[in-house]
């Protein structure tokens, strides 16, 4: 099992490339990593260490590819005390639902009783040509909070 599984959500591939990125950085830091695009409830452990990228599209909506992910949550609700999580959201300013489908995921996977490491990265790309950049910076943070906990 690795050390990390990534998990992203994405429309037009942002998210993807960002959790393929964070993926690279925490290998070099020495961690295993597994990065599933849109998986479903059933593909993950239900232990371990999460990393959830997520853009937002329409008007706080999840990408399409992990919705089924989000509706197995919400209506299976499994056990997920053993998991432990981060989140990173990718989205714009311009909207009033500014990351929401990462508040949706986080919401929902703390109701099944994973634990929040760390703050969620809400990313503007309105700011941020590169959301790599930023969400870089963030996992430096994010990993110190790991070993920590």
């Known amino acids: 099992m690795a050390d990390i599984t990534l998990i992203s959500g994405s429309t037009l591939g942002g998210a993807e490339y960002v959790a393929e990125h964070l993926a690279e950085k925490l290998q070099d830091a020495g961690f295993t990593t597994e990065t599933l695009h849109g998986p479903l409830l059933e593909d993950l452990p239900r232990e371990g260490t999460w990393l959830v990228v997520s853009s937002t599209h329409g008007a706080g909506d999840l990408p399409d590819n ?19 999580f981060g989140a990173i959201g990718i989205g714009s300013r311009e909207y009033d639902t500014f990351c929401g489908a990462i508040e949706k995921l986080e919401v929902s996977l703390k109701a099944c009783g994973a634990k929040q490491i760390g703050e969620t990265e809400k990313i503007n790309i309105l700011e941020h040509d590169i959301p790599e950049d930023p969400a870089e910076i963030w996992l430096g943070s994010w990993i110190i909070l790991l070993k920590n906990d």
């Open 66 to 84: 992990i919705q089924p992910f989000y509706d197995d949550l919400n209506e299976q609700k499994p056990d997920l005390s053993a998991v432990r």
